[in-house]
Each structure stands twice: as C-alpha cells, then as structure tokens.
C-alpha cells in the first residue's frame, strides 16, 4: 500500500529556505564543556545527517535512569562548513532550528549567535554579522544534556529535528510571518484575515506589496486574492491585514478536512523577494460548558490519544513518513485527536494531522518553575531525582509558549492550547492545607505539606500564561491538563483556564459540573477502562478524552529491562495491539468486531500485535470478542461454536469458554436481524518456514524518502507465526541506508541500529531511507532454517 503525503512549505516560513541537514559533523565530548575555540581539534568527529539523535544509539544500561529509557545523555557538539555564494551578498541569512535538546548555544566563525534552552522549541538565528560571504564559514552547535534525568520520559539529545538555512532580502517577513484565521464561518460564507508581520532591517525606506492567493487544495482553483501595499521605515515593523471572503467554502473538519493552499507573495520595491506557501482550513470553533465541543456548528465528541515525540528504535529523530503510518493506524482505530504530550512536536505531525483529519491539543510544559520528581531504577520506585528545566521557566516560559503559538497558529487541526501538564500534581511538587481533609483519584505522597511550594503560586502563574495564549491566538482557548483539581478548585488555577483538561478524575465531572457550573471541560488524560469513555458518550457536558497512551514510548520505564511506557493502542514499531483492537470497539464508527485469546487459566500475551490460535489441544480457551454490533456469533472451521451473543453495550464485548482445535478461528459481528455484518479471524500458525516482507511504498524520494518495510515470519501458508523469536538479518545494496530494526519487545534492551534483530511475536519493522542518489535498492532478510526475501525498492 502506497503512503502519500504532501508537503508544500519550509518550517520557517519567511525568506526563501532550503534544507540544512547533509554532511554535518558530531561529537560527543561526554560530560565536559569545551569552548568554539578548543573543540575542534580536542574532539573525535564523525559525518551525520540531521535529525541525529545521540541518545538512541545507545547503549541502554542499566547505570543509567529509567525515566529516561536507561539511555544516555552527555554534552555533544555539531559542526556544519558552509559556503555563502558572494552575490549573496546584502541579504540577510538566518539558519533556522525546529528542535534541539537541549540547552543549545550556536556558534558562527567563533561568534555566539543565539541557542535555546528549552529543547522542544523551534528558533531561528541571524548569522548575518559574522557570515563571510563568499569564503568558508563553520557553524558550530553545543548541546548540553549532562543533565540526562531532566524529565520524566525520553527526551533524545541532539539536533533531532530539521534544520533550514534562510536568506532574506533586508526588508522581509518574520519568522512564522504570515498568520491567515477563519473568523466567521458558514456553509454558504467563510470570511479569512490574514495578517503578515514585515521587517526593514535596511537603511533605507522601502515601499512592500503583499499579496495574497487561497486556492483549494482539492481542486486546485484559486478562491480569493488580495494585495496591500504599506511604506516601511528603517527599523519599522508592521503588520499587513488582510481581510478575504470564499463564497461557498470547502470547510475543514474530522471527517471532511479539506484545505487550502495560501500563498504570500512578497515584492519590495518592486522587486519579487519572497514566496511562501501553507495550507490553512476554514472552520469555527464553539466550546459550551453545557453542549461541549462542536467543529462548525456540529457536535464533536473528542476519541484522543496522548503522545510522546518518539518512535522506539529512531529516537526522537522521527521522519515523516513515519509519523504518517502511525497517525493514519490511529485515524483507522477511530482516534479523532491528539494531545501532545507534554510539549510542541515537529512541524510534520502537525501537517499530517490537518491532512487527515485529527485534532490536536498542542501542549508546552511539564513543570514550571519547579521540578518534579525524575525515577531512577523504576517508574515510581525507588528515590528520585530532582532534575528538569524548571530553571529557565521564569527567563523563557512566556518566550516559549508565544513561539509555539505563532508556529503553529495556521493548523486548523489545532484547536487549544494547553499551558502545562499535571503542573497542579498533590505535593509533586505544589500542596494545599486542602489535602489533609480530601481524597482525589492521583496518589498523594502524604496530606498538606506546609514546606513544598503552595499551591496559590499557581493562580499567577497561570495567569500570564493565559494572557500570552490571547495576546497571539484570540481564536482558540487555553487549557491544561489539571492532575489535582481537587486541590486547584482551591486556586485560581482553573478558574484562569478558557478550558479545563481532568487527568484521571471523571469522578468529578458530574460534581464540578454542579458546582461550576460555567466552567469547560474534557478528560485531558484518561486509562483505558471502557467506563471512563463511556461517562463522554453519555454527558453532553463532556466533550472528549485522550487516552495514556496512543503508542508506546521510550522512558518512564519500569525496573530493568524496560525500554519504555507500554499500555499503547501501537506499540514501539506502530503495530496495532490488543487494546488498540479494544479501543476500535469503543470508537468505531463502522461496525467491527476484534477477538482476543487467552487460556483459561493463565494470563494473555499483553502486546501482541495480532491475537493467536495456538494452544493444546483440548485446552479450554476464553475468546473474547470486541466489538460494537448488537451480537456476535463464533466460528471454527466453518462450524458454529458459540451462539450469538448480545455484545455489552457499556463492556464492548462478550466471550465464550471452548476447547481448543486447531484451524480458524471467526467471530461474526451482527446486526438487529442477525446478519453478519462484519467478521474477524485468526488462523492456527505451522511451524515457521520463511519470511514475509510488506513495505508500505516500493518508490521513494532520492531526498529524506523513507519505505517501512513490515516482516513476518510465516509458515508454509503464510500465517503469521506469533511465537516466533528468530534472529533476522537485514543487508541492504544501493543508495539507502538502514535506520533501524524496530521489534516492539519492551523487555529486549539490545541495539536496534545494527542490521541483526530478534523479531517479538513474530515481526519487526524495517526502516530504510534514501541517502540522496537515484537508483535501485535491494534489501534483503535473512535467518537461519527461515526461507529468506528480497524487497527492491526505487528511489526517484
């Protein structure tokens, strides 16, 4: 199956960009910081091409802190030799960031030209002054994660998302210059402003048309145009608004979300200096604290999931393609949603979800000014530690949340903004005199601690980060995911709050709705019991949840060996699980119908991708069908052996007890009348015999372009074998290279960059990318007694 995505612009979207991320330099000088004037000679470089994540080329150990997926951290260095042609000359060069972690400090020919310490953050930074055009010029970037147990999951260390090099005429847009909102949307009308901040950083004045262009995305024809002309002073900068109408406008939503493409066009003095382009959506936003959530006038109910910035063996360096099957393995689940959790995500996510039809919760903190606790031999065992990055809130915090609004402002998937994450968790760090005569859902760690920070510290502290969400986006709310509500109800904590987001209290909806009853809210985080969906299904008041997790992620790990958080509806290689199978019953809105296997006695093989049927003969086995039709009805072989079922409307299922034979194995979703409607089967697996290769795309892009290749180790038949442990070796010929060998075994802390892997209940996922030349590739799987397989690929 083919996998296509559209990308049609640069992160930065001001000057004219191109993409930074071949032949840099990287070295890791453990935990010593050096200086731009000795690194160079005093450190062991190797070539890299960005996104490069340090961290997940491991090795994991055991040393090393579970929070952070017992990976390591260090100080590294990158070095980038660049060419600026002469005839560049006078214009401006900017090199752009979209994430480094963390506490970055970057260097041109010696001089310090900017850096950022929060490492989710993208930012750009002038090179202008020091830039030698003409001649060789030597980028050098610091990147300090000594620091390793600075959060509570895995972070990555590195320059771990694109890079962009940026020329620009002196008077030009800002970075991220042009912001276009639907303010009033309709079927028959949809009105747009749009608004691009100008800069003249020349000497002299400089008369700048912009120009506008909207055309639909489905149909290519141009809706609207619009052109300003303003007059810029040295020094000035403006703001152009624009306001344009679209009679009878394609609008954006779940199910429907059409785009359009918008075009600036910027001319100064006449002369053509810049173009961008990005896709924006018309559609309006209503939140009601009585009828919840509705995307252009209709309801939505919100089937979310939180994510990590992750995706198992490739760290947090992700390319697109990835997030793009993963996504869209959600969207199929029946997700709608995504909260980033707990802080901005590469641009791409956001791209693919505006594409598909997800909507985002767009999140920026975890803590404030004080940290929380960091495990070390185990999630919630053992002593903690104290680090994070806490300590540049109070310089950053209000710089950090404004940048990720005016990046992400254009997503018509995003639709709040969420100023923190659990920041209100019981005595981690904040207490309240109130915890010594209330009981909430979180653990408690003791009642009112009188010598932790008070929890009234969040009134203020909420505040002015409300107030920067309305002072840059007045289209979308601010919220947060509130972990003691309880407590905060004491605050003004969540009475500053547009939106309030309940971690793991939906016993207090119904209460707080009584008793607030102007107040906004939604499950912000949620576990996985059907009753916890079912209390959004039935109150109108309650407009969504998202569940922990979408996907398994690295770090907040249990005790050794654990690479990671493992309740994910996808596991590590993006496959779906069990209670992803579970969570489609929930979500759906086709009828389906899933079965799962256990013995009798004996626990189930929690994790599995796909459910097997494999046992003893004889055995008594429970098979549990779940699904969303009014009965379902069990096969063997053809024959019926269990009788139609009604399916609990509130459990999403229904089992029968059988004794075990092998074959396959159907259950059969029907419907009032008792017809089959839908079906699901699994079939009994041989002995392996070969290996099966599935890549999603056989045609890739010579640049960046990526092919998942899914492998299954089957029997004579083809049946996937789910007991299947076998040692596979992957070789790869021509212009590709192998990112990694992903398995998705939580338990197995080997290395996944190297081409040999042990496949976990019988599969693994390949990822190859293009290295930049056209061609034929051939990537071969092999393992011995296993027949092997060939994939070739194209690379355009």
């Not at 050794?560 to 699980?577: E, Q, V």
């Not at 180790?713 to 596979?728: C, K, M, R, W, Y």
Request: glycine share 8%; proline share 5%.
């Amino acid at each position: 199956m083919a996998i296509a995505t559209v990308r049609i612009a640069a992160a930065p979207h001001f000057g004219n960009c191109q993409l930074f991320v071949n032949d840099w330099q990287f070295a890791l000088a453990g935990n010593v910081q050096l200086t731009p004037a000795n690194v160079e000679q005093t450190l062991k470089w190797k070539t890299v091409t960005l996104p490069h994540d340090w961290s997940v080329e491991g090795p994991y150990s055991s040393n090393l802190y579970s929070a952070t997926g017992y990976l390591p951290g260090g100080f590294g260095w990158y070095k980038k030799t660049f060419d600026v042609p002469a005839d560049k000359k006078g214009q401006k060069v900017y090199v752009y960031f979209e994430g480094i972690y963390n506490r970055s400090h970057v260097y041109l020919n010696g001089h310090l030209v900017g850096g950022r310490p929060n490492g989710y953050i993208s930012f750009d930074c002038n090179l202008t002054p020091y830039l030698q055009y003409g001649k060789k010029n030597t980028l050098l970037v610091s990147v300090d994660h000594t620091r390793v147990n600075d959060s509570r999951w895995y972070t990555g260390s590195g320059i771990y998302r694109d890079v962009w090099l940026v020329y620009a005429s002196p008077v030009h847009k800002q970075v991220w210059g042009t912001y276009c909102r639907s303010i009033h949307v309709t079927s028959e009308k949809a009105d747009f402003m749009a608004k691009t901040t100008l800069l003249n950083e020349s000497a002299r004045q400089a008369q700048t048309k912009v120009c506008y262009d909207l055309s639909s995305k489905q149909t290519g024809a141009n809706v609207a145009s619009a052109e300003q002309t303003v007059t810029l002073s040295p020094g000035d900068s403006i703001d152009v608004q624009q306001p344009f109408t679209v009679d009878q406008p394609e609008l954006w939503n779940i199910g429907t979300p059409n785009l359009y493409r918008l075009k600036t066009t910027v001319y100064v003095n006449g002369e053509l200096t810049e173009t961008d382009e990005q896709f924006v959506g018309a559609r309006e936003l209503t939140f009601s604290h009585d009828e919840g959530l509705a995307i252009n006038g209709h309801p939505v109910k919100l089937k979310g999931v939180c994510i990590h910035h992750d995706a198992g063996c490739l760290g947090s360096a992700v390319p697109r393609q990835v997030w793009y099957r993963r996504i869209k393995h959600l969207k199929e689940m029946g997700c709608n949603a995504i909260r980033t959790s707990h802080n901005p995500q590469a641009s791409d996510l956001y791209d693919i979800c505006d594409e598909l039809g997800l909507v985002v919760i767009d999140e920026v903190f975890d803590e404030w000014e004080y940290p929380k606790k960091k495990w070390v031999e185990g999630w919630n065992v053992g002593t903690p530690t104290y680090d994070g990055n806490y300590d540049y809130f109070k310089e950053w915090g209000e710089t950090d949340l404004k940048d990720m609004i005016l990046r992400d402002r254009n997503h018509p998937s995003v639709i709040m903004w969420s100023i923190g994450n659990e920041v209100d968790y019981p005595n981690d760090p904040y207490s309240h005199p109130i915890l010594d005569s209330i009981r909430i859902s979180q653990p408690v760690y003791g009642g009112w601690l009188p010598g932790n920070p008070q929890a009234e510290q969040l009134s203020s502290l909420s505040r002015k980060l409300v107030d920067v969400v309305h002072r840059y986006d007045p289209t979308r709310p601010a919220t947060a995911g509130l972990a003691g509500v309880a407590m905060s109800n004491h605050t003004d904590y969540p009475f500053n709050l547009d939106v309030c987001g309940y971690n793991y209290t939906e016993t207090l909806y119904e209460k707080d709705h009584a008793t607030y009853p102007e107040r906004v809210l939604y499950g912000s985080e949620n576990g996985q019991d059907p009753q916890a969906w079912n209390v959004v299904r039935d109150s109108k008041y309650v407009f969504g949840q998202f569940i922990w997790t979408g996907i398994d992620y690295l770090g907040e790990s249990g005790r050794w060996p654990s690479r990671g958080f493992y309740t994910g509806m996808l596991d590590f290689g993006g496959f779906l699980k069990t209670n992803g199978l579970y969570r489609q019953a929930m979500w759906s809105e086709k009828p389906v119908v899933n079965l799962t296997t256990a013995p009798l006695t004996g626990a189930h093989r929690h994790g599995a991708p796909l459910p097997g049927w494999n046992y003893k003969k004889g055995a008594m086995i429970v098979v549990t069908c779940m699904g969303n039709t009014p009965y379902a009805r069990l096969t063997l072989n053809g024959v019926e052996v269990g009788q139609p079922k009604a399916i609990d409307k509130d459990r999403y299922s229904t089992s029968w007890s059988i004794p075990y034979q092998k074959g396959t194995l159907t259950v059969e979703g029907l419907n009032e009348a008792k017809e089959v409607c839908c079906s699901s089967a699994v079939t009994t697996a041989g002995v392996p015999v070969r290996l099966t290769a599935l890549p999603d795309v056989r045609v890739i892009e010579k640049e960046r372009g990526v092919s998942q290749i899914e492998l299954d180790v089957t029997d004579s038949q083809g049946v996937l074998v789910p007991f299947a442990e076998n040692e596979i070796t992957c070789r790869i010929a021509g212009p590709v290279r192998l990112l990694g060998l992903e398995n998705s075994n939580n338990a197995d802390m080997s290395d996944y960059r190297d081409n040999r892997q042990c496949v976990y209940h019988g599969r693994l996922i390949a990822y190859i990318q293009a290295t930049g030349q056209k061609g034929k590739a051939s990537i071969t799987f092999s393992s011995p007694t296993l027949k092997s397989t060939s994939i070739e690929l194209d690379i355009n």
